[in-house]
């Protein structure tokens, strides 16, 4: 048997440094066994996927030095590897599930769950929905059919008893059957959900060893009973332990930039950082902490692994990052790392209608537009005295902002722009009034380039990584203040 391992990220959003721990950890898996790593995009929620997001987890995996023998920008036996191109599949295997009894058609409306579950609380009921619940009788089913009404495809799931799932790192999980509701496995479009595509793609691509993170172990019932019902062999399971920030809560760009894109421009070395991923519940056998890829590969054994939440510590980042720069590097080469990261006619192509305008001299060009080659500015908060905003309202609107450009789909000058006129039409500021601490929080200056380009340019991670840093300066954001805040912010209605 050929060890086959995968990574099967949805492409939602940035690339997360969760997804490359996790990437790491399957290819070390797989090479140590002269296997075969493949990557697979899991783009069936086509609302949230976008190609740019996974564009970015191509780019960014490549940058870490993670490579993949088969997947849908390199191709391979079991193409294609993107599952919005494999619909046709999964209608076949629904289809079979109908065939064999083991899911049903549901024509529920949404107020209909609603009420059914309303019901059953008012009841006391807490267990999930099964099929016995949601059925509806003979003639109103074919009612509803004659009539195209919209419906979806459910798994059936046992409704007692336990579901004993194998782990390779946590023994036995025992699962009850009766928290785990009736899964939907087609949608009313036709697409499949993660459930049914993901365990027919690992069957069809030939996956013997799924190792993912552990927020996908209440899955692994449901996964275990298609299986059954399909009548094929469970790939072996591992729920990789979930990174933490460092008071232990679960890793959330809230508290932790968790963006590779965000590690690259800070100027982190892509060595280092996949060195400190590999640290993540992982040692090497004589525990030191630097290590390359081959090692690391050439040491592997799962069994190595802690389950003790692995801490994402930016500060021991950076000082893994220092002894790389410091003891690694010969000079050709720490010169080749300063022009990947930014002294490159590529980037320096893109200030040029920034800084061309504004300078007389070259020697004008750094103390005018250095932050284009910093990380985050050392600021006061006596920098910001001078804006006319209360220093209160200053953090409201840094705050909000952050949040509107997070969930911004599209990072450019006139996206961003319209987030700080809609902002500015709520604060009742003029324009050049609400991006004063804007400016001073990105470009830690009172004068420089405009700021919206400079945003555009320093892309989504550097800004809000500038923008909260800012916010700290101000005196950051209590428990109390971060509940007003959210209330005042879900009263404004932003049209996008
Ligand atoms: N698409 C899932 C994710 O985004 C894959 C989970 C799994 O590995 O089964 O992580």
Sequence with gaps: MTVRTRIAPSPTGDPHVGTAYVALFNLCFAKQHQGEFILRIEDTDQTRSTRASEQMIFDSLRWLGIEWSEGPDVGGPHAPYRQSERADIYQRYVQQLLDDGHAFKCYRTTEELNELREQRKAEGNFSALKQDDLLLDEAEIARREAAGAPYVVRM????????????????????????????????????PTYHLANVVDDHLMEITHVLRGEEWINSASKHQLLYDYFGWDMPVLCHLPLLRNPDKTKLSKRKNPTSINYYRKMGFLPQAVLNYLGRMGWSMPDEREK?????????????????????????????????????????????????????????????????????????????LAGHFFAGIPTLEADDFEAINIDQDRQVALLQFLIWRLEQLPEWNKASIMHQVQQLAAHFE????????????????????????????????????????????ILGGVSKKKAKALEKEYKGIEFDA
Aim: negative net charge; glycine residues 4%; charged residues 25%.
């Design 429 to 472: 500021l003029k324009m050049k009034v609400i991006l004063a601490p804007v400016f001073v929080a990105i470009t830690g200056q009172l004068s420089s380039t405009s700021v919206l380009d400079a945003m555009a340019i320093l892309g989504s991670d550097i800004t809000r990584a500038r923008l909260r840093n800012a916010i700290d």
């Design 291 to 367: 290590f390359t890829l081959e090692e690391m590969q050439a040491e592997f054994d799962i069994q190595r692994v802690s389950l003790g939440g692995p801490v994402f510590d930016l500060d021991k980042l950076s000082w893994l990052n220092s002894v790389y720069l410091r003891d690694d590097l010969d000079d050709a080469q720490f010169i080749n790392a300063m022009q990947q990261w930014a002294f490159n006619s590529d980037y320096i192509q893109q200030l040029l209608p920034e800084i061309r305008p504004r300078v007389q001299l070259l020697s004008d060009v750094m103390p």
């Design 156 to 191: 059936k799931v046992p409704t007692e008893g336990t579901c004993i799932v194998k782990d390779m790192l946590r023994g036995d999980i025992e699962l009850d059957w009766a928290q785990v509701d009736a899964q939907i496995l087609m949608k009313s479009d036709g697409l």
